[in-house]
């Protein structure tokens, strides 16, 4: 077999919109495992003083997480849609291209984005030691990251179901 040859089998359509459905579920899980870690080690502290704070720093805990579904929905959804969890279908090298790219936002964002929520919870972790009762304040700005999340997720689920 030529190098040519070992190229074009690696290089396939089928293999690129496979790398795009990897990226997605790989890099929106690295920033949500690091922003779940982020606010986890400010949680540990907090709890230490105040167990009883454990349902208001889950709450803040667990929306880094959400980005790390919305990278696996868009690798499910690409496999789905290149025959993987179906009827397999053949791909130009220009078609598994489309994927690939289609799968970046949600990757690119979910993985800062990730992180980026996971500094904004921990710093409403220390908001809740202080206040307890200011804790939908430290929701709702770790939810305001969240939002360029869901507009990264809905450019990549489009591109997809318009393929």
């Given at each position: 077999?030529?190098?040519?040859?070992?190229?074009?089998?690696?290089?396939?359509?089928?293999?690129?919109?496979?790398?795009?459905?990897?990226?997605?579920?790989?890099?929106?899980?690295?920033?949500?495992?690091?922003?779940?870690?982020?606010?986890?080690e400010?949680?540990?502290?907090?709890?230490?003083?105040?167990?009883s704070?454990?349902?208001?720093a889950l709450?803040?805990?667990?929306?880094?997480?959400?980005?790390g579904?919305?990278?696996?929905?868009?690798?499910?959804?690409?496999?789905?849609?290149?025959?993987?969890?179906?009827?397999?279908?053949?791909?130009?090298?220009?078609?598994?291209?489309?994927?690939?790219?289609?799968?970046?936002?949600?990757?690119?964002?979910?993985?800062?984005?990730?992180?980026?929520?996971?500094?904004?919870?921990?710093a409403?972790?220390?908001?809740?030691?202080?206040?307890?009762?200011?804790?939908?304040?430290?929701?709702?700005?770790?939810?305001?990251?969240?939002?360029?999340?869901?507009?990264?997720?809905?450019?990549?689920?489009?591109a997809?179901?318009?393929?």
């Open positions: 077999m030529t190098f040519s040859q070992i190229l074009a089998e690696i290089f396939s359509g089928q293999n690129l919109a496979i790398l795009g459905a990897a990226l997605a579920a790989t890099l929106a899980g690295i920033g949500s495992a690091k922003g779940v870690g982020i606010v986890g400010a949680s540990s502290a907090l709890l230490q003083e105040d167990p704070k454990f349902g208001k709450l803040l805990q667990a929306l880094p997480g959400t980005q579904i919305y990278g696996l929905v868009t690798a499910f959804l690409i496999l789905f849609k290149i025959g993987v969890l179906g009827t397999p279908i053949e791909l130009t090298i220009a078609e598994g291209a489309y994927f690939l790219m289609a799968s970046l936002p949600i990757a690119i964002v979910g993985l800062f984005s990730g992180i980026a929520q996971g500094r904004v919870a921990a409403g972790i220390s908001l809740v030691a202080k206040r307890p009762g200011e804790s939908f304040k430290a929701v709702t700005s770790a939810a305001l990251v969240e939002t360029y999340a869901i507009f990264a997720l809905l450019v990549s689920l489009l997809i179901l318009l393929f």
